[in-house]
């Protein structure tokens, strides 16, 4: 059974499903993340530092994909992902016991390991459900963190107010916890159409490290051989090196630029409210495009909007800063889908494979982003690196907007 209310796209159960757990997964942890950089500072750690952080939680899920990729070849996935949501548990729960710094950055490690775990397992989901439309089910899917982002900034930052980081962090476990056994219960034995459940019997006596690197030696002759995809790639790896450098430093931006932690907790909570209804729409346009289309309509923005905020920050008002992150997210929102989506439709009898080279990419270009991006501000300032990398995507996307207009790819 489908969901389907003629004022919203199209949202099939498996997708609901995913999505659901997607944004309690991420309801819990933003709870905290936003002002997590802003916790980091207030411990004493440099710009650079935090770099260092992000890089090592990123890098971690990059690295440990390639590890859950091969084990959830031989598990149901609603397990793996569970035991992901239920490692988001955990790491609140090291942080609201306030430990020291082996403990901490070992949480770091952890934190990069469970992400791995869901974001493999849940993408894999979505694939051998077959959905009607990939970018319409991976719109929804990267939709869900934007919706949590709604609310749970702003309930993290009243907690945070009364009670500290340790009452933020002890909200967190709770949500957490309770989120590992929902996913577990509603996503196990999901059914793909025609093929029973999850497709081919899962186990040690079906699938080896034979397969497995056979899958992917079949999945790179292919991108090899597909230029255009592999130009996709590159410019996709690009505008979320741009977007690690945002994430973790934006925040401290804008209280660079003179506003306080309550606008900055306003700003942000309104900004994913008004994202809600246009996601919408956008998840209904994405749909009717290709994934090159979305891909290189979406990188192209997004490298404009950082030019614009980096020569002109100075100049603008918060409101008009606010009009072009939200006009950012839905740049986002187009690139995220239609990257998922082209690895889906290219390479779903490799849905394992598929999703851990999504992941990979998702989360090693920010990594990368986040230590150049620290080490650049220290030098540069924000305004310039945003600057320079916003050229550079901008620059990307055009040229790949050449290239898909002159294939005629649709």
Known sequence: MDFHFRALPEIERTTFNVSVVHFL????????SLYYPLFLISIGLSVVSVGWIYLLLYGTIATASVGVNFWIHRID????ASAGIFGYGVYALLMLLNPGSAVFYSAQILLGISAALWLVSLKSIIIESRPKNFNS??????????????????????????????????????????????AYFKLRGIKAPDDGIFGLPRGPEIFDLKRFKANYQEIFQSLKKDKIALLALVAIFFALILGGIYRPYFVLFLKDLGHSQNDIIGFFSLLSL???????IAIKLIGKMSSYKNISYGVLADGIIFIIIGLWANFLSLM??????LADLIAGLMVGSGKSGMMAKKFTKFKEE?????????????????????????YAGYQQTFLFMGII??????AFNIFVFKRNEN
């Not at 008004?274 to 919408?280: A, E, F, K, V």
């Not at 008009?320 to 992150?325: E, G, R, T």
């Not at 598929?354 to 990979?360: K, P, Y």
């Open 25 to 32: 997964l991420m309801f819990g942890y933003k709870l905290f």
């Open 77 to 80: 996935p609603a397990k793996a």
């Open 137 to 182: 089910s991976f719109g929804w899917f990267y939709s869900a963190p934007e919706y949590a982002s709604t609310l749970a900034p702003a309930i993290g930052g009243l907690v945070i107010y009364e009670f500290g980081f340790s009452g933020v962090f002890a909200l967190s476990v709770l949500v957490q916890f309770i989120n590992a056994f929902y």
């Open 274 to 280: 008004l994202y809600i209804p246009l996601s919408w």
């Open 320 to 325: 008009q800063v606010f009009i072009f992150l």
């Open 354 to 378: 598929a999703s851990t080279i999504d992941t990979i990419i998702v989360t090693l270009a920010p990594a990368l982003g986040g230590i150049l991006g620290g080490v650049a501000i220290s």
């Open 393 to 398: 995507v901008a620059l990307l996307g055009l």
